[in-house]
């Protein structure tokens, strides 16, 4: 294992374990960059990795009553068609696209992390997390509230078929606005959903054929990064949320200016 999984699978864990997504929008660019995948393969790795670092991180989150199992499960089942049709896609993609498809959304992810950590914490709606979307008896419906809550879902499968990220990073925001989560709750409960959407894009990959994966990298880089995650979810209870996010859209900027400089010229070509 290169000892370079070391740093990379660590900022990884602390990412997921402190912000609850942001995990694969670093993760598939070091495994291309710096461990020389290519993209399909590193956004396959990515998922495997993903996955497996969520799971393992939500006791901890569980622990601390920052999981809602029933609406996580939820949100990320109604993913599932998005999964199938963003894997289905992404194979139809040259590399070149994906990687600079990448780079534009790390630069709308960190301008969105930006502004949330300015205003102090996303708002959300006046509907409680724990109030009922729809009910059979009797039958009701906050149907607004239950047409967000789909196409969020959908989106957020799409965009983790398509590029094989878990979609943390758009996902607590989706929860606070959608589901009227508490930060600290959209965090622990975006980990739920992202274990499950990477699991049903690996499954939609795995139909098409993954190919050659490095075994040996991908539970190295995992073991890394939970071991991170737990350290992040520890760092998310001491520092201010809005320090994090800062420092998190810096690094994200940076790494979509390497990826866009590597992408560009060769889509060019």
Do not use: Y
């Amino acid at each position: 294992m290169p000892l370079a999984v070391i740093p990379l699978g660590t900022v990884i864990g602390i990412a997921l374990g402190a912000l609850g997504g942001g995990g694969s929008i670093l993760a598939v660019p070091a495994l291309v960059h710096v461990l020389g995948q290519d993209p399909v393969t590193a956004t396959t790795s990515s998922l495997i990795i993903v996955g497996i670092t969520s799971l393992l991180s939500l006791p901890a989150h569980h622990r601390a009553q920052r999981v809602s199992f029933g609406q996580g499960m939820t949100f990320g089942l109604l993913g599932t068609a998005g999964s199938f049709a963003g894997s289905a896609a992404s194979r139809a993609v040259p590399g070149e696209v994906l990687m600079t498809v990448f780079a534009v959304l790390m630069v709308v992810v960190a301008v969105l992390m930006l502004r949330r950590s300015r205003s102090g914490s996303l708002q959300s709606d006046d509907t409680g997390p724990h109030e009922p979307i729809l009910t059979l008896h009797p039958l009701t419906c906050v149907c607004p509230r239950l047409l967000k809550l789909v196409v969020a879902a959908t989106l957020v499968g799409l965009l983790t078929g398509f590029l094989g990220v878990g979609g943390g990073f758009v996902l607590v925001p989706a929860l606070v606005l959608v589901l009227g989560f508490t930060m600290p709750v959209a965090v622990g409960t975006s980990l739920l959903v992202i274990a499950i959407n990477s699991g049903t894009a690996l499954a939609a990959r795995a139909q098409q054929g993954v190919g050659e994966l490095d075994w040996p990298l991908i539970l190295g880089f995992a073991t890394v990064a939970v071991i991170g995650s737990l350290v992040g979810s520890r760092v998310a209870d001491r520092l201010p949320a809005e320090r994090l996010s800062q420092a998190f859209a810096v690094l994200v900027l940076a790494i979509a200016a390497f990826t866009a400089a590597q992408a560009v010229p060769a889509l060019s070509a």
